[in-house]
């Protein structure tokens, strides 16, 4: 092969490589974002939660409500727990791995029963599997039903609100089966609380 060959062939395929990494990498990128714009924009752009104009979290990724020593605050609904990096860690999306025979997560499943059921005034065989594990993904922003109306008490007595008005607020947030029949009822932790801090203290 001549060296006007070579350069011939190199200079196609340079150009080939050009076009293509326009029309992929960028026609392609713009035409996707503008539909995704157009159709879903919430998603699009993360599914962020505002409160008094402020973002404040996600709809789709859950986070805790704890102060700066990992302690539960009393005042807040609480989230299951993560496995995500330190917990919460959106770049960190894990699950734990760990089997159900395996004694680190048995101690740590038997811990956080006794401290809910310490926290909540309740029985340790009351507290729903979902306050003792974490999800697949470490950030899941749901709890069961039976674990955001365990909570009602203590959350109503640390806020000074009665008990109805709090399970009312725990009711009107519980979201059914997608599609009326798949997957099972939950609540979404962050907009209960943005709903309960708007209620006052």
Do not use: C
């Not at 157009?38 to 008094?52: F, I, K, R």
């Not at 395996?102 to 499943?109: E, F, G, H, P």
């Amino acid at each position: 092969m001549n060296l006007r060959s070579l350069i011939r062939q190199y200079g196609v395929a340079l150009r080939a490589m050009v076009v293509f990494t326009l029309l992929l990498g960028a026609v392609y990128t713009a035409v996707v974002t503008g539909v995704a714009q157009l159709v879903a924009p919430a998603q699009a752009n993360g599914s962020v939660v505002q409160h008094d104009g402020a973002p404040v979290g996600s709809a789709l990724i859950g986070q805790s409500f704890t102060d700066k020593d990992g302690e539960a605050l009393p005042e807040w609904f609480q989230s299951r727990p993560s496995a995500a990096g330190d917990g919460y860690d959106a770049s960190a999306s894990s699950g734990s791995n760990l089997g159900s025979e395996n004694a680190d997560l048995i101690k740590a499943v038997e811990e956080r029963r006794s401290a809910i059921a310490a926290r909540d005034g309740v029985a340790p065989d009351s507290v729903p599997v979902d306050a003792l594990t974490a999800s697949g993904s470490g950030l899941d922003p749901h709890i069961s039903p039976e674990y955001a109306l365990e909570q009602v008490d203590r959350v109503a007595e640390a806020r000074h609100l009665s008990v109805d008005r709090v399970r009312a607020l725990v009711e009107g947030h519980t979201q059914g089966r997608d599609l009326g029949y798949l997957g099972e009822p939950t609540v979404n932790v962050l907009e209960l609380n943005l709903a309960l801090a708007d209620l006052g203290s």
